[in-house]
């Protein structure tokens, strides 16, 4: 029904940036909250930052400060700008989309979590 899309990541020294970018397409009626969540090794997963349909956004105590999430609604895409990157921001970041889907002629889904693939991201010192 949604599928998202990440582009943007790759390698990078510490104090350096990068600019991640989640497409979603599908059977979208309505997106909801938007957000980037983070897999570094041996470690738990974690959300990152989330940004609401109000552009309300919220922030992992580790990024705030260095990192901003932003949305364009008309194109259904969601950035993460990321500063000053650390190399303990090291991992494979996922776009996350809470999302209303189109089930066809039977109406609308319930709103539902989605995840994309996937992208790594590696900081160097």
């Known amino acids: 029904q949604v599928q998202l899309v990440e582009s943007g990541g790759g390698s990078v020294q510490a104090g350096g940036s990068l600019t991640l970018s989640c497409v979603a397409s599908g059977s979208i009626f309505s997106i909801n909250a938007m957000g980037w969540d983070r897999q570094a090794p041996g470690k738990q997963h974690e959300l990152v930052a989330t940004?609401?349909?109000?552009?309300?956004?919220n922030y992992t105590d580790s990024v705030k400060g260095r990192f901003t999430i932003s949305r364009d609604n008309a194109k259904n895409t969601v950035y993460l700008q990321m500063d000053n990157i650390k190399p303990e921001d090291t991992g494979r970041y996922y776009c996350r989309a809470n999302a209303v889907g189109i089930l066809g002629p039977y109406g609308l889904g319930s709103p539902m979590n989605y995840w994309g693939k996937g992208i790594l991201v590696t900081v160097s010192s």
């Open positions: 940004i609401t349909s109000d552009a309300s956004t």
